[in-house]
């Protein structure tokens, strides 16, 4: 069955930089767009990236443009988050979350379990 | 950018009630619509796609309806296990946009 487990998360101080990753199972990552979505404690969900299925295509939301980079590696089947220059307003769970198609930026039809991120001084 | 409005932000009813949640979009999104359900503590789950489309597994009192700006999720004989947060989320054009939730509890 489809699992996809994050890693990385962890207590970090604002302005510094980390990587999330998340593995996936189950099916062949390369076939699917993938997507990063965020929740902050006791908020509604906030999507933060989404990349194509051979990484082709990468889109971002506006509250980390700029800081947030997203990438795959197919042959690892893994998808990754790179966070520079957090802020403690990224604060959150992060999920990653299986789009049905390829192209990605369309809907979520698997979720991880997700990893917190805090941040704070 | 495209806002996405649910409403209520929460209602409470009875074992059995049909419950209606609403979600309202700024501009024509035609029908790139998803429902999704997050019970307390977990990760949220797929219900619908393509507004009114059940996603597999998802039981048959869940239905979707609207297109264009105006959408509508409705639990038809709402169970103890439907105690959960709703969200909608539009996919016409990045970036994908969520509405604020619903929480529904039973009375």
């Known amino acids: 069955q489809v699992q996809l487990v994050e890693s990385g998360g962890g207590v970090v101080q604002p302005g510094r930089s980390l990587r999330l990753s998340c593995a996936a199972s189950g099916f062949s990552l390369s076939g699917y767009g993938m997507h990063w979505v965020r929740q902050a404690p006791g908020k509604g969900l906030e999507w933060v990236a989404d990349i194509s299925y051979d990484g082709g295509k990468e889109f971002y939301g506006d509250s980390v443009k700029g800081r947030f980079t997203i990438s795959r590696d197919n042959s690892r089947n893994t998808l990754y988050l790179q966070m520079d220059s957090l802020r403690t307003e990224d604060t959150a769970v992060y999920y990653c979350a299986r789009d049905p198609y390829g192209s990605g930026s369309y809907y979520f039809d698997h979720w991880g379990q997700g990893t917190l991120v805090t941040v704070t001084s | 950018d495209i806002q996405m409005t649910q409403s209520p932000s929460s209602l409470s009813a009875s074992v059995g009630d049909t419950v209606t949640i609403t979600c309202r979009a700024s501009?024509?999104?035609?029908?790139?619509l998803a429902w999704y359900q997050q019970k307390p503590g977990k990760v949220p789950r797929l219900l619908i796609y393509d507004a009114s489309t059940l996603q597999s597994g998802v039981p048959f009192r869940f239905s979707g309806s609207g297109s264009g700006t105006d959408f509508t999720l409705t639990i038809s004989s709402l169970q103890p296990e439907d105690v959960a947060t709703y969200y909608c989320?539009?996919?016409?054009?990045?970036?994908?946009?969520f509405g604020g939730g619903t929480k529904v509890e039973i009375k």
């Open positions: 501009q024509d999104i035609n029908d790139f």
């Open positions: 989320q539009k996919y016409n054009s990045v970036p994908l946009t």
